[in-house]
C-alpha cells in the first residue's frame, strides 16, 4: 500500500516536470488557446505538445516580450511574432525552422545559429547591431533593412532576394558563388559602405544599381567581412641580360623585391614577389690572325660552327680555333645559362688541302653583281682582300 501511494504521488510531479517553461502571459495565452499545439485541451503546453507540432506559430502582434519557450519546437517550421515587443530571439533549437518574421520588434539580438533549415528571414524594423547568418547554409531571402547592423557576411548563403537600406553598414560581403541568380538587391542608406564583396564586378556594376553614390564594387574587399584570404608565391627566373616579367617591366638587374597582385583561383588577391637572377650575355666578339680564330671572351666554354650546316666542329671546345680547310666558322661562347653566337669569317686557303701560312685578309665578300654576301658555298663570288686584289672563285663542298 505505501509503495502504491508513492507511485501516485510521484505522476503529478513528474507531469509538472514535463510542461515547457513560458514566461510570458501573452505567449502562453496564444500557445494554450491554440487547440493544434495544446492537444490535451489543459492550461499547459507539455514538452511532448511542443515537440510533436510540426506546423507555424503566428503570434504577431499579441503584445508578447519574451518568446522563452519556443525552444521546445523543435519541428517548427514557420514562425512569426512580428509587431511585439522582443528585444531578444533565439531560435538555434529550432532546427527544422524555414521562415522567420520577426520584423517591427525592438530586437538587439538574434540567434539564428541553429536554425540550418532556415531559407527566409524577415528582420527588418529593429535594433541590430550584428547579424551571423553564417551556419544558414540555405538562406536565399534576407530583409533585414531599418536596422543599425556595420557588417554583414553573405558568404556562405546562396542569396537570391537581399534588402539591407537604412542601417550602419561598412562591411558587406556577397561573394557566394552565386551573384547571377539574385534577383533582388537594395543596399542604399549606408553612407559608410563604400564597397561591396561580390562574385564579378562588371556583372554587379551592370545588374545591382540600388545603392549608394560611394559604393563600388570588389572581388577583394580587404575589410573585417571579406572572406578572401590573400595568398603569396615567389616567382623564380634566370635571365641574361634582360627579363621581361608579368607587370610589364623589362628587367635588367637582378631583383627580388618587385611585386605584382592578381587574382586566385577563389577570385582573392594573390600577391607575387619575383626572385630574378640577371646574368650578362657572353661577348662573341672573335679576333682573326691569319688561319686562327680566337673568342676574345675569357672564362666560357666554346664551341666552334660550321657556318655553312650550322654543326659542331667534334673536340673544337677551345678558345682559340685553327681550321685546316677554307670556309666560314663561327664559335659559340657560354658562361652559365647565357651564350653568344659570334659572327662567321671566312678563312682562306690558296691551294686545296694546302694552309697558307699567310693569308692575305678578307675584307669583304660580294656576289657576281657587286652585293656584300655572307660566304657561301657552291657559289661564284668575288673575294675581295686587304692589298687590293680580287678573287674571283667557287669553294666547293
Not at 19 to 42: E, R, W
Not at 130 to 145: A, F, H, I, T, W
Not at 270 to 289: K, R
Not at 383 to 396: C, H, N, P, Q, S
Request: proline residues 3%.
Amino acid at each position: 500500500m505505501k509503495t502504491l501511494l508513492l507511485t501516485l504521488l510521484l505522476v503529478p510531479m513528474i507531469g509538472f516536470g514535463q510542461n515547457v517553461n513560458i514566461p510570458d502571459a501573452n505567449f502562453k495565452s496564444y500557445l494554450v488557446n491554440n487547440s493544434t499545439i495544446n492537444t490535451n485541451g489543459d492550461n499547459e503546453i507539455q514538452v511532448s505538445e511542443a515537440n510533436a507540432f510540426t506546423g507555424g506559430i503566428s503570434c504577431y502582434n499579441e503584445f508578447i516580450s519574451d518568446l522563452t519557450g519556443i525552444e521546445a519546437f523543435t519541428a517548427l517550421t514557420t514562425l512569426v511574432c512580428s509587431g511585439n515587443y522582443l528585444t531578444s530571439l533565439n531560435i538555434s533549437s529550432n532546427t527544422a525552422l524555414t521562415f522567420l518574421n520577426c520584423i517591427n520588434n525592438n530586437l538587439t539580438s538574434l540567434d539564428v545559429s541553429g536554425a540550418t533549415a532556415l531559407n527566409t528571414l524577415y528582420c527588418f524594423d529593429n535594433q541590430l547591431t550584428s547579424l551571423d547568418v553564417s551556419s544558414n547554409s540555405v538562406l536565399n531571402s534576407l530583409n533585414c533593412k531599418d536596422n543599425q547592423l556595420t557588417s554583414l557576411d553573405l558568404s556562405n548563403n546562396p542569396i537570391i532576394q537581399f534588402t539591407t537600406y537604412n542601417n550602419n553598414l561598412n562591411c558587406l560581403n556577397l561573394k557566394n558563388g552565386n551573384n547571377s541568380s539574385v534577383t533582388l538587391l537594395w543596399t542604399y542608406g549606408n553612407p559608410n559602405l563604400t564597397c561591396i564583396e561580390v562574385d564579378d564586378v562588371n556583372y554587379s556594376t551592370a545588374n545591382w544599381t540600388v545603392i549608394d553614390s560611394q559604393t563600388s564594387f570588389s572581388t577583394d574587399c580587404g575589410n573585417d567581412c571579406s572572406a578572401c584570404t590573400p595568398t603569396s608565391s615567389i616567382d623564380t627566373h634566370t635571365a641574361c641580360d634582360s627579363f621581361t616579367w608579368l607587370d610589364g617591366n623589362n628587367y635588367t638587374a637582378s631583383n627580388n623585391t618587385a611585386t605584382y597582385t592578381t587574382t586566385n583561383a577563389a577570385g582573392c588577391d594573390s600577391v607575387i614577389t619575383i626572385d630574378l637572377t640577371i646574368n650578362p650575355t657572353p661577348s662573341g666578339a672573335v679576333t682573326q690572325n691569319g688561319a686562327t680564330l680566337t673568342a676574345t671572351q675569357t672564362g666560357a666554354t666554346y664551341q666552334w660552327i660550321d657556318c655553312d650546316d650550322e654543326s659542331n666542329i667534334v673536340g673544337e671546345i677551345n678558345q682559340a680555333f685553327t681550321p685546316a680547310v677554307t670556309g666560314s666558322y663561327a664559335v659559340i661562347v657560354t658562361i652559365g645559362d647565357c651564350f653568344k653566337k659570334s659572327d662567321c669569317f671566312l678563312v682562306d686557303f690558296t691551294g686545296i688541302g694546302e694552309l697558307n701560312n699567310t693569308p692575305k685578309q678578307l675584307i669583304k665578300i660580294v656576289d657576281v653583281v657587286g652585293r656584300e654576301t655572307p660566304f657561301k658555298p657552291n657559289t661564284p663570288l668575288l673575294y675581295i682582300y686587304d692589298d687590293g686584289t680580287v678573287e674571283r672563285k667557287v669553294v666547293l663542298k
